[in-house]
């Protein structure tokens, strides 16, 4: 059974950092392309980055140089470190391949505010 957990959120005052984890089960991140997502209240979810299975990274142009994603083929876990955050970032953020196929995690909230 293929699982996403994410995991990391927060409340952080603007300009903060936070990493947050997908720790994937039942499937390999190694050799998708792995993307987070992000979903604010009233909007739809939208891919903030993603990264291949030969480690290529392409960012929304929101985030582009604050934040960046990674993986760790051994612990089978995608990360998203979020640097000089801002309250416009705040969403509940998601994990899935890109693009998504797979059944949606809960999700980790993340709230950006002073």
Not at 67 to 75: C, G, T
């Given at each position: 059974q293929v699982q996403l957990v994410e995991s990391g959120g927060g409340l952080v005052q603007p300009g903060g950092s936070l990493r947050l984890s997908c720790a994937a089960s039942g499937m390999r991140v190694s050799i998708n392309t792995m993307g987070w997502y992000r979903q604010a209240p009233g909007k739809q979810r939208e891919l903030v980055a993603h990264i291949t299975s030969g480690s290529s990274t392409n960012y929304?142009?929101?985030?582009?140089?604050?934040?960046?994603?990674?993986?760790?083929?051994?612990?089978n876990t995608a990360y998203l470190q979020m640097n000089s955050l801002k309250p416009e970032d705040t969403a509940v953020y998601y994990c899935n391949t890109f693009p998504s196929y797979l059944p949606w995690g809960q999700g980790t909230q993340v709230t950006v505010s002073s």
């Open positions: 929304v142009d929101s985030v582009k140089g604050r934040f960046a994603i990674s993986s760790d083929n051994a612990k």
